[in-house]
């Protein structure tokens, strides 16, 4: 008997043996094509150069806390990240994981304004159908009805407005763009109605992950988000902890918007899955408002800037930019775009295909032409995780995609080194199992 408590307490999990390249491997020496359980392995499972660090790392210094020491590896990460980082991002803020990283951001957008004379500005602005992890401020800040639901009456008070889901919720003869702008001006709606002097953050995923399925923005949102935050001095924190990280063929995924964030959240490819690491980068003007006024962020954890950690994510950046995987990453993504198009294009129960880079989704429908989901008391997509695990694929298939509730996709996000036959592999075992599904 297990003493692990463990996320479903029904499930039998096979035990994780051993990685290989794109393959995890069960102790029964069963192999499976990691298409992403959470978006986290990017360079697949067996690394010699992440490997290499972290062993070297571990003999050299292991741990040293923040509060007395910096470290090498740590110094290296931040400099790096900042080479490639977008806008005036200057400074990086290292902790454990993405949760960890949204909640320091909604954090130090409160300080900021307190630092600079302005306390009365207290409020965030998110979206429905967003993800933004599990802590209590993270999750007050995330979207997703049925995540919040029953912690509903601890969460801090933050208001939603529309996300910007085109497939879903763009009217009739509505164009992309115009629909872009609206649901963006429904930013400046509520910073109105809160009160502009009020408000203190808007938060969102460039593109949305778990909750909606590789959604991206059509074209001209971002561009608008980033005027009306700052027609009101609005920080605008990026939540880039799935989609970050060259996944979806930019190191930075608002590098295909066009804009910078003041805050910025990474986690997940960060690590590559090597150590549990995200980081929180923010502006300079940020960083210096807290310098020149307290001295000192009123936050952290122990593991923050841990050394064995930010030695295997320096690791994992070089080796991105090295070898130029993110760009990898939005060839091999065309690609599996074609293939998913070409099996499933005409299927009638899939009504979307979408996404960017190495992060994708099918969205199933009961009907294509209305694109109404399927009826959730079936649990479509519980039933193909189920499905896709026999078949020796691990995807992320997730329900609740319109309202928390209702709607089912699979959400795909392959490591960046997966070669054409492994795409291959990818969608022949997907419709298997979509097809033992409905
Ligand atoms: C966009 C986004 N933000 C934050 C998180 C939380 O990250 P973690 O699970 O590492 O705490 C996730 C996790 O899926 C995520 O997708």
Not at 135 to 160: D, K
Not at 213 to 226: D, K, L, M, N, Q
Not at 395 to 411: A, K
Request: glycine share 10%; net charge negative.
């Amino acid at each position: 008997m297990s003493h692990v408590f463990p996320r479903h307490t029904k499930s039998e999990l096979p035990i994780a043996a051993g990685g290989e390249g794109c393959y995890l491997i069960d102790s029964t020496g069963r192999r499976y094509l990691d298409c992403g359980d959470a978006a986290v392995s990017c360079l697949g499972h067996s690394n010699a150069a992440v490997v290499k660090a972290v062993q070297e790392q571990v003999e050299q210094i292991a741990f040293a806390h923040t509060g007395f020491m910096t470290s090498e590896p740590a110094e290296a990460l931040a400099d790096l990240l900042i080479e490639y980082a977008p806008g005036d991002l200057d400074r990086v803020y290292f902790v454990s994981g993405g949760s960890e990283a949204t909640e320091a951001a909604i954090k130090l957008a409160r300080q900021y304004y307190l630092e600079t004379g302005q306390p009365e500005r207290r409020h965030v602005i998110a979206r429905r159908q967003s993800y933004h992890g599990n802590t209590l401020g993270a999750l007050s800040a995330g979207g997703n009805e049925w995540r919040r639901a029953q912690f509903a009456p601890m969460l801090i008070e933050m208001t939603h407005i529309a996300p910007c889901y085109e497939y879903a919720e763009k009217t009739e003869g509505e164009s992309s763009f115009d629909y872009g702008q609206r649901v963006a001006n429904e930013l400046e709606a509520e910073i109105l109605r809160l009160g502009p002097g009020t408000v203190m953050a808007f938060m969102v995923e460039p593109v949305v992950g778990a909750t909606l399925g590789a959604v991206p923005a059509v074209e001209g949102y971002f561009t608008r988000i980033r005027e009306i935050c700052d027609k009101y001095g609005v920080l605008l924190i990026l939540d880039e902890v799935m989609c970050g990280m060259g996944r979806t063929g930019h190191l930075f995924a608002c590098d295909h918007d066009g804009i910078a964030p003041d805050i910025l959240c990474i986690a997940k490819g960060l690590g590559a899955g090597y150590q549990p690491i995200g980081a929180m980068l923010c502006s300079g003007r940020i960083y210096d408002a807290i310098c020149e006024g307290s001295g000192f962020f009123q936050h952290g954890h122990t593991y923050i800037g841990h050394p064995v950690a930010t030695a295997a994510a320096l690791a994992v950046v070089r080796e991105l930019t090295s070898r130029d995987l993110p760009a990898r990453a939005g060839v091999m993504g065309d690609k599996l775009q074609t293939l998913l198009e070409s099996r499933f294009g005409q299927h009638p129960n899939i009504g979307d295909i979408r996404g960017r880079g190495l992060f994708r989704a099918l969205e199933l429908v009961s009907d294509r032409e209305t694109k109404a989901p399927f009826d959730p008391s079936r649990g479509v997509a519980a039933s193909i995780k189920k499905a896709a695990m026999a078949e020796g694929l691990i995807c992320y298939p997730m329900s609740g995609t319109r309202d928390g509730r209702n709607g089912d996709h699979v959400l795909l996000a392959p490591p960046f080194i997966i070669e054409e036959e492994q795409l291959t592999e990818l969608v022949d075992k997907l419709d298997r199992a979509i097809t033992s599904v409905i």
